[in-house]
Nanobody, 125 residues
Framework: QVQLVESGGGLVQAGGSLRLSCAAS????????MGWFRQAPGKVREFVAA????????DYADSVKARFTISRDNAKNTVHLQMNSLKPEDTAVYYC??????????????????WGKGTLVTVSS
């Protein structure tokens, strides 16, 4: 049974940092491109960042570029999202996503094979 379990969310003041983690099990992790998406209250889910199976290619939404960094550890079956200079508009539930056999996760989320249940990030002003 495949599981993606996010952790690291919480309450932080604007300008602060958080590091999200996603622990994967039940799959051959190194065969999956991984990504992070988020959904703010009353809004549709949106792409945040993605990383290829090898970690050699990354992609970021313009709204988080230069503030967030995605990384992965294939030996530990984990993917991380380091979030710096957080803003109130970053408040959302953050979801981990896994896409088998593709070079990178599509920004529209099409074809995602597995989703985590999410972790809440709240940024206060």
């Amino acid at each position: 049974q495949v599981q993606l379990v996010e952790s690291g969310g919480g309450l932080v003041q604007a300008g602060g940092s958080l590091r999200l983690s996603c622990a994967a099990s039940g799959l051959t992790f190194s065969s999956f491109a991984m990504g992070w998406f988020r959904q703010a209250p009353g809004k549709v889910r949106e792409f945040v960042a993605a990383i290829s199976w090898s970690g050699g290619t990354t992609d970021y939404a313009d709204s988080v570029k230069a503030r967030f960094t995605i990384s992965r550890d294939n030996a530990k079956n984990t993917v991380h999202l380091q979030m710096n200079s957080l803003k109130p508009e970053d408040t959302a539930v953050y979801y981990c996503a896994a896409d088998y056999g593709t070079r990178t996760v599509r920004r529209d989320g099409y074809g995602i094979d597995y989703w985590g249940k999410g972790t809440l990030v709240t940024v206060s002003s």
